[in-house]
């Protein structure tokens, strides 16, 4: 199974980004979709999920400005961030949980906001 994420980069306070992240190889079925992120020195913190068919949810510091949502027919989640601060600054990885459970994580992909 592998994950593909992309979309980071270099962006000015209360700039947007959005994120992809797509799925392949896997041979069953994807159930929760999510985003974890860390920073420089700090542990690796949840942003957002997303169940197959679910409701979204979120970590409280990016509530109201990210958005996750999914598109099944590609195994993809995204990952739209608007409002963006400096603190969000971090490496984002996306995480799938297929049907098992098992869980994978992607490569990660960098996000800097810039005062």
């Known amino acids: 199974v592998q994950l593909q994420a992309s979309g980071g980069g270099l962006v000015q306070t209360g700039g947007s980004l959005r994120l992809s992240c797509a799925v392949s190889g896997s041979r069953f079925s994807i159930n929760v979709m999510g985003w974890y992120r860390q920073a420089p020195g700090n542990k690796r913190e949840l942003v957002g999920t997303i169940g197959n068919g679910g409701t979204p949810i979120y970590a409280n510091s990016v509530k109201g400005r990210f958005t996750i949502s999914r598109d099944n027919a590609k195994n993809t989640v995204y990952l739209q961030m608007n409002s963006l601060k400096p603190e969000d600054t971090a490496v984002y990885y996306c995480?799938?949980?297929?049907?098992?459970?098992?869980?994978?994580w992607g490569q990660g992909t960098q996000v800097t906001v810039s005062s």
């Open positions: 995480w799938v949980v297929l049907t098992g459970p098992v869980s994978y």
